[in-house]
């Protein structure tokens, strides 16, 4: 897999984490900062903690899935941009809080959770770790941290949110499709 594709896949993985973190800066403008690093390090560690737990799992049963790996990948892929389509349309956006811990902690898995099927992926493909979670973990800081920073400067979150969950699930299939393909 290329850095390019890497990026991309982190791109796609991080637009959940960004739609909870723009809608977070909705809060508290004077709490702007705080809680955009806040999401920052949780939203970007949590990602890549996730993509780990899912490559070792991959890793672990690689053995068994190693001939389907195109098919897993492509499957997961599409199944996590499917989700996030579905979820721009069937939900209304929330506004949350990043000032209590375990809601904090809640949405971190909650927005990590897709990163542990693309680590399945990366492991059934044989691709190593190191490189691509660094690169989910950093790109969903940042994307977290202006996504922060961002709803804190607009009033019309609905189109956006469903804009970056359409666009993170479209890149997420392309990119399970592009896999499959090659």
């Known amino acids: 897999m290329s850095t390019f594709s890497i990026v991309l896949l982190a791109f796609g993985l991080s637009m959940d984490a960004f739609a909870v973190s723009v809608s977070c800066g909705l809060n508290d403008p004077d709490l702007l900062i705080k809680e955009a690093s806040l999401a920052g390090i949780t939203f970007g560690s949590f990602q890549a903690g996730m993509t780990a737990l899912g490559w070792i799992l ?24 499917i989700k996030m389509i579905y979820e721009a349309f069937a939900e209304e956006p929330k506004v949350f809080s990043l000032t209590n811990i375990m809601l904090l902690l809640s949405l971190g898995v909650a927005t990590s959770v897709d990163a542990m099927a693309a680590g399945v992926s990366l492991a059934s493909l044989n691709i190593g770790l190191t490189f691509p979670a660094m690169i989910i973990g950093l790109l969903t800081f940042l994307v977290s941290f202006f996504g922060v ?23 997420l299939i392309s990119l399970g499709i592009r896999i499959f393909i090659s």
């Open 149 to 171: 920073i961002i709803g804190c400067k607009i009033t019309q979150i609905i189109s956006l949110n469903r804009i970056m969950n359409i666009l993170g699930g479209v890149i």
């Open 58 to 81: 991959g890793f672990t049963f690689t053995n068994f899935i190693s001939s389907y790996s195109q098919t897993i990948s492509l499957v997961l892929l599409s199944l996590i941009g």
